[in-house]
């Protein structure tokens, strides 16, 4: 079976968007986000649990003009990738307004690009 034949059970949109743990300084990439929660892949692996709770900062690319989103993610899920690594988080809390905002707009940015592959 070729890649092409590959179809997933429920639609999932890929976006890019840098994210960033506050206090281990740990760089990753936003992969899928929606209302429920994200992918993020990191290069590297860390030594955090699931229900482990780690400030963060959400980057989106600079050419989609949406603000960081500051705030609280909590790990729901981590697995080993071939090369990489990935884990399952969600939002529990924004810093402040700004982030609130940015939230939205970011869920809404996701939503239009899903609505285009349908």
């Known amino acids: 079976m070729g890649t ?3 179809r997933r059970s429920q639609t999932r949109k890929q976006g890019y968007a840098k994210v960033l743990f506050i206090q281990e300084s740990v760089p990753g990439y936003l992969r899928d986000f929606n209302s429920e929660g994200m992918k993020i892949e990191l290069l590297e692996p860390v030594a955090w649990k699931t229900g482990d709770k780690k400030k963060a900062a959400i980057i ?7 603000g960081k989103i500051a705030g609280t993610l909590e790990i729901r899920w981590q697995r080993k990738e071939d090369f990489y690594f990935s884990m399952g988080c969600r939002i529990i809390s924004v810093k402040d307004a700004s982030s609130q905002n940015n939230y939205k707009k970011l869920l809404k940015y996701f939503k239009s690009l899903e609505d285009e592959e349908h």
């Open 4 to 6: 092409e034949d590959i």
């Open 60 to 66: 989106p690319q600079e050419e989609i003009g949406i």
